[in-house]
């Protein structure tokens, strides 16, 4: 593996410019994770990858807003952020990518073929998380789709990210044009500070706004599940916590 952009000189916190990378002339593909689920950035345009397949896991931003497949050779992700029960994953891979040409000693179970010539039941599947994905299929479709959805998700991120931008007690970690619209990171500036409003938050009924143990801080998870009404409620609580905490 060869690493060709980073953003660790700043925690992580933006995108790098990716139009002009050294991308190796052997290399079989770049990959990128599309959203950060723990430091909530996102692409917002994809790298160049001067013509070498792009692989893409998606597990945080999958069905949050329409997606060119054709620009992937491979996209995956773990459904359990938008889509269904953890224990399934989606692949969708390219057609001349389903080869017998893998590396030496990589196991039948982890080859795409074989799930592909089996129409992915080489094993047996989880038919319950499958059944679950189904339902949240045909909701998706019955909301208006991955259009509606992509909507949603900006109104109801940007009630949220406005509501940093101005706050004088909270500030968003991510830089403004790569945040995503699924995770949203936050902090006081003070480890003491923030440990309370997530007690409080959670006094409140607002669950799971501890930051990833790796970051500390807090994180709004806002993906498709979460109504407009729940960041609404996030804001308000807010609010309230910086007058009594200025
Ligand atoms: C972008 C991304 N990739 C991968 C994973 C890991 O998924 P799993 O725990 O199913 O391996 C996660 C978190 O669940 C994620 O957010």
Redesign the pocket.
Known sequence: MNKIASSEDKTFSYIPDCSDLPVDEDADYVYI?E?N?IYGTKFKELPNTKGKTLVA?V??CFLSEPVDVTKYGLIYG?V??NIGP?GVVIAIIREDLITEDVLPGTPTMLTYKTHADAGSLYNTPPAYGIYICGKVFKWLKKMGGLEVMKERNEKKAKLLYDYLDQSKLFKGTVEKKDRSLMNVPFVTGSDELDAKFVKEAKEAGLENLKGHRTVGGMRASIYNAMPYEGVEALVAFMKKFEEENL
Do not use: P, V
């Open positions: 994770c959203n689920t896991d597990s945080s773990g359990q952020k953890a």
